[in-house]
């Protein structure tokens, strides 16, 4: 690996309005041993990571050798009110594939709408039966469009209680969650987005399940540690020191701990993971057709999922920037390996800091987490980034440099300036990073698509192929639901196989780890 093609000295990071809590994302950096950036170095910097978006055109200033974590264009669904606008239009065109997200309403725009809703006599059909609803007037969630973090949400059930001064989203209230020891939860789950074009998906197989800190009830619908998962809430409220019944103290599991309690409890989960996979890469296509070929950029998403009684996910929002704050042992435990390894699937370099990569965790970790270090795995996840990193790139110099398969038509690519360090072979990353072969794994990291040889070939999102692509999702969920209820005691391992089979999987079935 020569230097140079990184531009000028150290591999640099930028970090600004990085979100809440960016303590790893800095500690991950350095050691990887790059440098932090400060005004004084110009434009000399090669990540830059901010929370909020970049202007416009920004991209096509970069040089070859440096990087952004946005995608312009790319994260429209993160806003709750296009999410309801795109996930609808795709339930119109594609049907009940596209019913994973709860039915909901923009406002001030869609008012009379919600109006005639709340205002229409009802009975209970058997769909709100099925999904939980016990009242013929179903609870409503408002949701300020600008907020995240909980901010100015407020649930209810009559119109005259709704109340609200900006652009709101209000939709239905899943009524019945998945609940533990009486504790309501959402997941969040990482996806990392390195390509629109050709459309390449990842999902971490660690996340994180998030507690409320009192007792879920309908009878109370104002208390938020009952009704509102996001910790930067629950952390703040009187029950968060406390052991909870099952769920203990904090209100963060790892999804590792909450399969664990699925086992335990006998909860048959393989189904709902797949469900959830084939949700992330729908919402995700939802959005494709407006975002334009680029290169030098990736998105990295918190897509949060709500599990009701009936093992059923729906669709919450999709976080532009999520946390990456270190706020307990869960964190530390998922936030930082899955760092690491992202930087490794987009091929960012790892130099040698003095210390090993083993002993920087290994100090750290006892120090933080004395109760997970009986955990070898968490260390390994780390060490095995490194190592995985240092050997890839010598396979690399062994190997020819590898043709693109793919040549955009008319593509918006960076303006590459000329400089007397750069390096003429860019291959490494940013315009060299070739997703059409991109791994079906590094690390932690599945790719969720492509994932057979027909969506490899629909990738390149021609007319049509955001159709033929919900197909072999639909085909990938009508058989995950057959071999879930023909083989109800066969292994993971087993329906994992036989899914892989059925739908001609070119890589690993991604599911959280056991
Ligand atoms: P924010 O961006 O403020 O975090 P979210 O849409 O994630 O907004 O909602 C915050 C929390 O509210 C979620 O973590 C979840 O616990 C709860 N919530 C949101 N929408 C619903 C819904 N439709 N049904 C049940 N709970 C919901």
Redesign the pocket.
């Known amino acids: 690996m020569h230097e140079e093609c990184f531009g000028e000295g150290p591999f640099t990071f930028r970090l600004n309005d990085a979100g809440s809590g960016p303590q790893l994302l800095t500690q991950v950096c350095l050691e990887r041993g790059w440098k932090e950036y400060n005004l004084d170095s110009g434009d000399q910097w090669n990540l830059w990571w901010k929370a909020s978006g970049f202007p416009a055109n920004y991209h096509r200033n970069l040089y070859s050798w440096q990087y952004i974590n946005h995608i312009p264009k790319g994260s429209s669904i993160c806003r709750?009110d296009n999410l309801v606008r795109h996930l609808r239009c795709m339930k119109k065109i594609y049907g009940n594939i596209y019913d994973f997200s709860?039915h909901?309403y923009n406002l001030p725009v869609e008012y009379t709408k919600l109006a005639a809703e709340c205002n229409k006599p009802r009975t209970m059909n058997a769909k709100d039966q099925s999904e939980g609803y016990f009242d013929a007037n179903p609870i409503w969630?408002c949701?300020p469009v600008a907020?995240?973090?909980?901010?100015?949400?407020f649930l209810f059930r009559n119109l005259s209680e709704l109340n609200y001064d900006t652009n709101t989203i209000v939709?239905?209230?899943?009524?019945r969650?998945l609940l533990i020891g009486g504790y309501?939860f959402?997941l969040r789950l990482y996806v990392c987005i390195p390509s629109y074009h050709p459309l390449t998906i990842y999902m971490y197989r660690e996340g994180l399940a998030?507690f409320?800190t009192d007792k879920f009830t309908l009878n109370d619908l104002r208390n938020p540690f009952r009704?509102?998962?996001?910790s930067s809430i629950n952390k703040l409220g009187p029950g968060y020191a406390e052991m909870k019944d099952r769920v203990g103290s904090g209100c963060k599991w790892t999804l590792k701990q909450l399969r664990r309690y699925f086992r335990q409890a006998g909860i048959s989960d393989w189904l709902l993971w797949q469900k959830i996979s084939v949700l992330v890469v729908l919402t995700v296509l939802s959005q494709v057709p407006q975002v334009p070929p680029t290169s030098n950029c990736f998105e990295f998403f918190g897509f949060?999922v709500?599990i009701d009684h009936l093992l059923k996910p729906?669709l919450?929002?999709v976080?532009l920037s999520p946390a990456l704050g270190n706020d307990c042992d869960a964190d530390q435990s998922v936030k930082k390996p899955m760092l690491h390894d992202l930087f490794d699937l987009l091929g960012l370099p790892l130099y040698n800091t003095g210390l090993s990569v083993f002993s920087i965790w290994n100090e750290d970790f006892k120090e933080n987490n004395r109760e997970l270090c009986a955990n070898k795995n968490a260390t390994l996840s780390v060490m095995n980034a490194a190592g995985r990193w240092r050997k890839k790139q010598r396979q690399k110099s062994a190997r020819p440099k590898s043709s693109s398969r793919y040549k955009p038509k008319s593509p918006s690519k960076p303006k590459i300036r000329k400089q007397k360090s750069e390096n003429k072979d860019s291959s490494h990353w940013g315009n060299g990073k070739d997703w059409t072969i991109g791994p079906k794994r590094e690390g932690g990291w599945i790719k969720l698509c492509p994932f057979n040889e027909r969506t490899q070939f629909y990738s390149y999102l021609e007319k049509g192929s955001a159709k033929q692509i919900v197909c072999q999702l639909t085909k990938w969920m009508r058989s995950a639901k057959e071999i879930a209820k023909t083989h109800p005691h066969a292994s993971e391992c087993q329906l994992n196989e036989f899914l892989a089979k059925d739908v001609e999987l070119m890589g690993e079935v991604w599911i959280p780890p056991i």
């Open positions: 709750k709860p909901g969630i949701k907020q995240s973090q909980g901010r100015g949400i939709q239905k209230y899943i009524e969650p309501k959402d998030r409320g009704h509102l998962t996001n949060d709500l729906w919450l929002e976080n």
